[in-house]
């Protein structure tokens, strides 16, 4: 089973301790004291406090400089700390491989019975190939370690594959992580891969290491105990991902159906690396969102027909019995059926037969992905589409593709045919971070009887906001991607979504 280890970087012993405490609380195997963090330590009388009497099991760290940490002393006193810590009972101390050497000769013959020493070697700029990484497991074996610890960096997601291949192949208990938001997986994934422990923080702030994520993430969010070899994985691939709430929501889902799954964020720079080197069966699907909806298509071995019509995908499943790839988009049918009735509970109307988008000015800001989900399901309900985008090339070819009319953002501002129009924004303008930001002036907003944006993060965007001020009916981007996710999970497992476990799920994290 994979520890979860929790980083303890506290500037002060009572601080430290009461983190320990936390730590144990939250679900931890064991904790990392980061020696090299204290602020004023002094071994012989801090150390009997932290490692002496303590709720759970203990990895001593004193981190060089030279090495990613914070100790600026030499290595004889560093030495003489760690050596303390196993005598009092440590179950761990971590050392570098540079000097694994000088401190295995020290303590020789002294290790406790029930002590295992950890050698590591950081690489904070990149993460070498297969052969290095096996190369440098060796010479870690050889230096005498118990357990082989290697962390490097990510430049790409698909660096992460080496360090799985490593993993699964090393004879001995290994720690293998990839630093950063590219290398996250490699924390995730820890147990389906076989690795030793994978660290999780008490809260952002307290990382000791980049890309750490949360403690309460890993168990409550992805759900880390109940991942093993047979674990299917699924995610979202995108650029940025840190925003999205689907893991959130379709791990709960996947949990709530006893799925054997867990659901992941994919920071993906390179679309069709990343498919090639994730490969395996083992990934069973993938949601795409900005900016890979639209070359998603070209990936895919098979494309749904609706999907090849709109010309982005936003859902790939990995067919078990061959690998390939197929293609399909659940954005229309969320965001149409989302403004939709967004529209009829504003009238007070039920469901009738006719869209209540059939012969309505359609302005849709945005030609990537999304918007081509929306222009397409507008036109099939029988709207008039138009498409405003910052690259008025874009724009004109999805409306003759579609039989629309284009527009640039400036002539959006004062474009006004007639009262009673719909809009809808597709882009990420007015997303976390940069809430401020809106795609068209409030004074233009007039216009318009029912507002809609794609973005979820925040719920209540500027856009929306004003829109409401302008009297208009707002449809949240909540509710397009709450409807999409359920046509990605019944996708995924050819299983009904639980709808009101995942509204219920969506509005506490959002």
């Known amino acids: ?206 990382e000791s290491a980049p890309g750490q994520p949360t403690i309460s993430d890993l168990l409550n969010v992805y759900n880390i105990r109940q991942i093993g070899a047979d674990t299917k994985i699924f995610g979202i691939v995108g650029k940025p991902v840190g925003h999205s709430k689907s893991p959130v929501l379709l791990n709960a889902a996947f949990k709530s159906v006893g799925l054997d799954a867990v659901y992941v964020p994919l920071l993906v720079d390179d679309l069709v690396n990343f498919l090639n080197a994730y490969s395996s069966t083992d990934f069973a699907g993938f949601s795409c969102t900005i900016p890979h909806k639209e070359a998603a298509v070209g990936c895919c071995d098979k494309v749904d027909p609706i999907a090849k019509s709109i010309g982005a995908v936003n859902t790939i499943i990995r067919r078990p019995s061959d690998g390939k790839l197929i293609g399909y988009n659940t954005d229309y049918v969320g965001a149409i059926s989302a403004i939709e009735d967004g529209i009829r509970g504003s009238q007070g109307v039920g469901k009738e037969t006719v869209s209540p988008l059939a012969g309505k000015v359609f302005v849709i800001i945005g030609a990537g992905g999304a918007g081509k989900a929306l222009a397409y399901g507008a036109k099939e309900k029988g709207a008039k589409v138009v498409i405003a985008n910052r690259t008025y090339e874009r724009a004109r070819e999805l409306a003759n593709l579609i039989g629309g009319h284009a527009l640039t953002l400036a002539e959006l501002e004062t474009f006004h045919p007639e009262d009673g129009m719909i809009l809808a924004n597709t882009t990420s303008i007015g997303m976390q971070p940069n809430v401020n930001g809106t795609p068209i002036r409030k004074q233009a907003l007039g216009s318009y009887s029912v507002v809609f944006d794609a973005v979820y993060t925040p719920r209540a965007t500027r856009l929306l906001r004003e829109a409401e001020e302008s009297g208009a009916t707002v449809v949240s981007g909540l509710e397009m991607f709450i409807r999409q996710a359920m046509g990605q999970f019944e996708l995924f497992t050819n299983l009904t979504a639980p709808e009101n476990l995942m509204r219920d799920t969506v509005m506490r994290y959002t």
């Not at 009388?45 to 914070?70: A, C, F, I, S």
């Open 1 to 206: 089973m994979t520890l979860l280890c929790v980083p303890l970087v506290a500037k002060t012993v009572e601080q430290m301790m009461a983190d320990m405490a936390a730590a144990k609380a939250r679900g931890a195997d064991l904790v990392e004291i980061r020696l090299d963090h204290l602020s004023d330590f002094e071994p012989r009388r801090d150390l009997p406090l932290l490692v002496g009497d303590r709720p759970l099991p203990v990895l001593v760290t004193y981190r060089p400089k030279w090495e990613g940490g914070e100790y600026e002393g030499d290595d004889k006193q560093r030495f003489e700390a760690l050596c303390l810590a196993m005598e009092l009972g440590a179950e761990y101390v971590d050392v570098e491989l540079k000097v694994a050497d000088d401190f295995v000769r020290l303590i020789s013959g002294k290790k406790p019975d029930n002590f295992k020493l950890i050698v590591s070697s950081h690489n904070y700029q990149s993460t070498p190939s297969s052969e290095e990484l096996s190369s440098l497991v060796a010479r870690i074996q050889a230096a005498g370690a118990d357990i082989v610890k290697i962390a490097t960096t990510a430049v790409d997601i698909v660096d992460v594959t080496r360090m799985f291949q490593v993993i699964v192949h090393c004879q001995v208990p290994m720690i293998g992580l990839v630093m950063g938001e590219r290398g996250l997986i490699s924390r995730l994934l820890c147990p389906k891969f076989g690795g030793y422990l994978t660290f999780g923080t008490l809260g952002v702030g307290k």
